[in-house]
Nanobody, 115 residues
Framework: QVQLVESGGGLVQAGGSLRLSCAAS????????IGWYRQAPGKQRELVAR???????AYADSVLGRFTISGDNAKNTVYLQMNSLKSEDTAVYYC?????????WGQGTQVTVSS
């Protein structure tokens, strides 16, 4: 089993920055496979950025150049640095870990960008 705990959400003005953290615990030995998704009200959950199982990085087109995913294998923690935030980035952000034995989710952290 794997547990994921997000932190770092909040209220920020458009153009501002936030950094989210996802701390993973349990039977996890690498940050590969961890990523960030978001869900805005009335919309489907969508990929923001993730480490693939092979360690590559994938971003949604809408966040390219503004968001950066990074990680610390020693701490089993993944970060999402979000810059130049826009009102359309407002959503609940979820940490996700996908592996052969399951698809794990954190509880989510709210990010609200005021215009």
């Amino acid at each position: 089993q794997v547990q994921l705990v997000e932190s770092g959400g909040g209220l920020v003005q458009a153009g501002g920055s936030l950094r989210l953290s996802c701390a993973a615990s349990g039977t996890i030995f690498s940050i590969n496979g961890i990523g960030w998704y978001r869900q805005a009200p009335g919309k489907q959950r969508e990929l923001v950025a993730r480490f693939t199982s092979g360690g590559a990085i994938a971003y949604a087109d809408s966040v390219l150049g503004r968001f950066t995913i990074s990680g610390d294998n020693a701490k089993n923690t993944v970060y999402l640095q979000m810059n130049s935030l826009k009102s359309e980035d407002t959503a609940v952000y979820y940490c996700n870990f996908r592996r052969y034995d399951g698809n794990y989710w954190g509880q989510g952290t709210q990010v609200t960008v005021s215009s």
